[in-house]
């Protein structure tokens, strides 16, 4: 139940024990002053936004202030309720006249005078700061058919913002001009499912409000969906040495492999094997129970995949087929 509902029920019984008496002395009432009004201030007026703030006519947590709002042609209308002395109003219209009071409620459900009034009007003088902290993460996975560059960006507080608009070029120093408009969202992430696979792709994102102002663009950043790895050993369905080593071919753009073992096509990894830039890898048994490294056991069949990366941190980009092999 929020605030406003449960000022509204307060005031209800406070009504209804009045009506019925309630626990009212054999002297009447007991004579409880109403809370007083407060002293109301606008402390800012923003780009779709306006700030208020009044001054405290009781400890925080015996009052509980509602704060109303009007515009011409429009009813009064509570539009926030709080223990704190300060309320900000976003998402306003441009160039529009509102204007508050700020009423308290006591633990007895009364409700006090009005404060003052006071008004204010929007504007859109200023264009939203450019999105921080853009990264961009291709993916290119063979079993689940994912080819893709995930972006995502630090999200705007302006008041009055409507969304980003996505820039992409497959050229580093671009500028975020029309031609290079590639998409326009409300979230603070996007994910580009139209590229190539060895195409790296750059990226800048703007972020602009509901006035039409546009920021300027984000700091750069990019990635390429690298090509499918190609497994070469263990050839697949042929026998391995308990001490297997994995070959593959080298992929363009990666800077980083990982072998993944298992003993499923999808889940049982047992392998612990470093990052490499060379394509070739001798197997490690990750530690199990009792800390022994897990070991291939004869006989038994296995898979295997690998993983590259554009980045030297081993973050998943391309991930090969799995084939299986078994250990003679």
């Known amino acids: 139940m929020n605030l406003l509902r449960c000022i509204a029920c307060g005031l209800l019984i406070?009504?209804?024990?009045?009506?019925?008496?309630?626990?009212?002395s054999a002297a009447g009432p007991d004579p409880v002053e109403q809370p007083e009004a407060p002293?109301?201030?606008?402390?800012q007026i923003g780009d779709?936004?306006?700030?208020?703030?009044?001054?405290?006519i009781a400890d925080e947590g015996d009052v509980i202030y509602v704060v109303y709002r009007s515009v011409v042609g429009e009813p009064v209308a509570a539009v926030d309720s709080t223990f704190?002395?300060?309320?900000?109003?976003?998402?306003?219209?441009?160039e529009v006249e509102y204007t508050y009071y700020v009423t308290a409620v006591d633990n007895f459900g009364r409700e006090g005078a009005r404060s003052n009034t006071v008004s204010g009007q929007p504007f859109n003088n200023l264009a939203p700061l450019a999105p921080t902290s853009l990264r961009a993460v291709a993916h290119n996975i063979y079993l689940f058919n994912q080819l893709e560059i995930a972006l995502d960006w630090e999200a705007n507080?302006?008041?009055?913002?409507?969304?980003?608009?996505?820039?992409?070029?497959?050229?580093?120093?671009?500028?975020p001009t029309a031609e290079a408009l590639h998409a326009?969202?409300?979230?603070?992430?996007?994910?580009?499912?139209?590229?190539?696979?060895?195409?790296?792709y750059y990226y800048q994102v703007t972020a602009y409000d509901r006035g039409g102002k546009e920021s300027a663009g984000s700091v750069g950043a990019s990635d390429v969906a690298l090509p499918i790895v190609q497994l070469a050993a263990p050839v697949d369905g042929e026998l391995a040495s308990p001490q297997a080593t994995f070959v593959w071919h080298p992929v363009p753009n990666a800077l980083s492999y990982r072998v993944i073992v298992t003993t499923s096509p999808t889940s049982g990894e047992i392998s612990e094997m470093d990052l490499t830039a060379d394509t070739t890898a001798v197997f490690r048994g990750r530690s199990l129970s009792g800390n022994q490294p897990a070991?291939?056991?004869t006989g038994r069949i296995y898979y295997w995949k690998v993983i590259a990366s554009t980045r030297a941190e081993g973050v998943e980009n391309s991930v090969s087929a799995v084939e299986d092999f078994k250990v003679r």
């Open 157 to 175: 507080s302006e008041a009055d913002l409507l969304g980003y608009r996505v820039y992409r070029s497959t050229e580093e120093d671009f500028a």
């Open 14 to 24: 406070a009504a209804l024990s009045s009506c019925s008496g309630g626990n009212q």
């Open 48 to 56: 779709g936004e306006i700030q208020l703030s009044w001054g405290a």
């Open 295 to 297: 070991a291939l056991e």
């Open 184 to 200: 326009e969202v409300e979230v603070a992430r996007y994910i580009d499912q139209t590229v190539d696979v060895g195409t790296v």
């Open 39 to 43: 002293v109301l201030r606008v402390t």
């Open 84 to 94: 704190r002395t300060q309320f900000g109003d976003r998402g306003l219209q441009y």
